[in-house]
């Protein structure tokens, strides 16, 4: 994946992100990231002393495609979706009371532990520290115990959260670039 062209190339040249308005905007913005030794997640804020568009490089490393970690702060990390698939516990333990959930997959879908996940973890993960392994082994459970709290919290309806999911999958798979299936993704 050519995270670096999105960063150095369409962030800081071709649409320049205001990092001074990000940083000084009156909304904190807490980006999720993997920890590449450890595997647990850990969040930046805009408010953070580092340089953030080295945060969004690393949340968008997803270690098998991208091939190495980010390094912040002296530490390494990679894909934020890894460990964070959905940030609604950042969100509940922030006290916030209106959450809008955004995800690519329908109503009632679950992942699981297919044979060829497994295969692909083993083959590409071997020079990974245990840690992040056992992260990317489980993340078929992290990603169903995140959306089971979606779904507990709109039931209690407690706060207002707003859940929007296509009716069925989309054409367009997660690493997919046809330009025909993600306008049909799109529409």
Known sequence: LNVDYLIDVVFKQQDRLDMEALKSGPTELFIPVTNYNTGEAEYFSNRDAVDFFEVLRATKAI????????????????????SVPIGITKALAAGATDIIVISTRPKGFRRSHSTFERFMTRLFTGGCPEGLKQRMRGYPDTYN???????????????????????????????????????RSIE
Do not use: C, H, T
């Open 145 to 183: 115990s995140v959306m089971d709290i979606v779904g507990k919290e709109i039931e209690m309806g407690e706060r207002n959260i707003f859940l929007i999911q296509p009716e069925s999958e989309v054409a367009a798979a997660r690493l997919d670039n046809s330009r025909e299936k993600l306008i």
């Open 63 to 82: 270690e098998i495609f991208y091939g190495r970690a980010v390094e912040i702060a002296g530490q390494k990390y990679v894909d934020g979706a890894l």
